[in-house]
């Protein structure tokens, strides 16, 4: 089947193939990646010579940390997969890669494959909203959602969210509803629509808007991927807004990252006897969010300058962590699988 080096013919392999031997968040990877190219990066990492930008013990680390990720095998099915299976990969030198993820920096995902209307991806950043938030929506959330993702996909702004249950699905369906376009950011494979209850609904979003993931065709959706996931439902918007959180809900992690990037974030208040209102209340009592009531204060938000700084640790009580790193630790401990 050949060794790691059979997938250095091209850019786009070579970013291929060190997706399925890195983490989302492997920061170090995506820092070589950036100075040296994915061709570049590759062959580094299978030879056994010095690594411009680390020290002798930071290289050695490195590579005994990715090398025994390597099977030529399951980077090939993932080439095959992709290219049998009709999806296409975008990468930073495409023209329809988002621009807005570079600001990730070292940790911009390193390929994205897609499903759909890609151009979406290529729009000002200032037309897509990210909007989330709870699983479990109550009712008064999925109004909210409905009234304000309509709104805006009425008015040609284009709706980023999950697949999840709850407010994800909500603003999906409204948007489409009004012969909107969403993006619908997905933690595993492109071609394992989760959750399977939502596989009708994502077929849709890829008919007239599109699916995105850093994941190859195959690889399901774990908790390490839905958390990296949120780097990119935040990085892909000029905003992030949040609609009913629990104070353990994932979408707190998306608004995390939404503000440590200097996006706006909006939050919409809710009654103070529902758990789902933690979120948001504790957001807009931090100063993170601003108060959003209707789809006016959210398009308020891509003009509206954020607060400088780093997200007070209190906000990341969801997850017990205050850093991207914390997250990445988790992501390190998740095995790919095809």
């Given at each position: 089947?050949?060794?790691l080096?059979?997938?250095?013919t091209?850019?786009?392999?070579a970013?291929?193939?060190?997706?399925?031997?890195?983490?989302p968040?492997?920061?170090t990877?995506?820092?070589?990646?950036?100075?040296?190219g994915?061709?570049?990066?590759?062959?580094?990492?299978?030879?056994?010579?010095?690594v411009?930008g680390?020290?002798?013990?930071?290289?050695?680390?490195?590579?005994?940390?990715?090398?025994?990720?390597?099977?030529?095998?399951?980077?090939?099915?993932?080439l095959d997969?992709?290219?049998?299976g009709?999806?296409?990969?975008?990468?930073p030198?495409?023209?329809?890669?988002?621009?807005?993820?570079?600001?990730?920096?070292?940790?911009?995902?390193?390929?994205?494959w897609v499903?759909?209307?890609?151009?979406?991806?290529a729009m000002?950043?200032s037309?897509?909203?990210?909007?989330t938030?709870?699983?479990?929506?109550t009712?008064?959330?999925?109004q909210?959602?409905?009234?304000i993702?309509?709104?805006?996909?009425s008015?040609?702004k284009?709706?980023?969210?999950?697949?999840?249950y709850?407010?994800?699905?909500e603003?999906?369906?409204?948007?489409l509803?009004v012969?909107?376009h969403?993006?619908?950011?997905?933690?595993?494979g492109i071609?394992?629509?989760?959750?399977?209850?939502?596989?009708?609904l994502?077929e849709?979003?890829?008919?007239?808007?599109?699916?995105?993931?850093?994941?190859?065709?195959g690889?399901?959706p774990t908790?390490?991927?839905f958390?990296a996931?949120?780097?990119?439902?935040?990085?892909?918007?000029g905003?992030?807004?949040?609609?009913?959180a629990g104070?353990?809900?994932?979408s707190?992690l998306?608004?995390?990252?939404?503000?440590?990037?200097?996006?706006?974030?909006?939050?919409?208040?809710g009654?103070?006897?529902?758990?789902?209102s933690y979120?948001?209340?504790?957001l807009?009592?931090?100063?993170?969010?601003?108060?959003?009531?209707?789809?006016?204060d959210?398009?308020?938000l891509?003009?509206k300058?954020?607060?400088?700084?780093?997200?007070?640790?209190?906000?990341a009580?969801?997850f017990?962590?205050?850093?991207?790193?914390?997250h990445?630790?988790?992501a390190?401990?998740?095995?790919?699988?095809?």
């Open positions: 089947m050949g060794t080096l059979t997938f250095t091209d850019e786009r392999a970013r291929i193939a060190l997706t399925m031997i890195t983490d968040t492997d920061v990877t995506g820092h070589l990646l950036a100075v040296h994915a061709v570049n990066t590759v062959m580094l990492l299978a030879d056994d010579a010095p411009p680390l020290d002798n013990v930071e290289a050695q680390l490195w590579r005994k940390r990715l090398l025994p990720r390597v099977e030529p095998r399951l980077i090939q099915e993932a997969l992709t290219e049998h009709g999806f296409k990969t975008l990468i030198s495409d023209d329809n890669y988002p621009a807005s993820l570079h600001d990730l920096g070292d940790g911009a995902p390193y390929v994205l499903k759909g209307e890609e151009s979406l991806l000002p950043v037309d897509r909203f990210t909007i938030g709870a699983r479990a929506a009712s008064y959330g999925v909210i959602a409905n009234e993702s309509a709104d805006l996909a008015d040609g284009v709706i980023v969210a999950g697949g999840a709850g407010i994800d699905g603003v999906h369906r409204s948007a509803a012969a909107g969403t993006i619908a950011v997905m933690a595993g071609d394992r629509p989760y959750p399977a209850g939502h596989r009708d994502l849709r979003v890829s008919d007239v808007g599109v699916l995105v993931s850093e994941q190859p065709p690889a399901t908790r390490a991927r958390m996931r949120a780097r990119i439902e935040a990085a892909l918007s905003s992030t807004t949040i609609i009913e104070s353990r809900s994932g707190l998306v608004a995390q990252q939404a503000y440590s990037l200097g996006r706006s974030v909006g939050a919409v208040p009654p103070v006897t529902s758990a789902t979120g948001p209340h504790r807009i009592a931090q100063g993170i969010a601003s108060v959003v009531t209707n789809a006016n959210i398009r308020a891509s003009e300058q954020p607060p400088s700084g780093s997200m007070p640790p209190p906000c009580e969801a017990r962590m205050d850093s991207y790193s914390a990445a630790r988790a390190h401990s998740a095995h790919r699988d095809l």
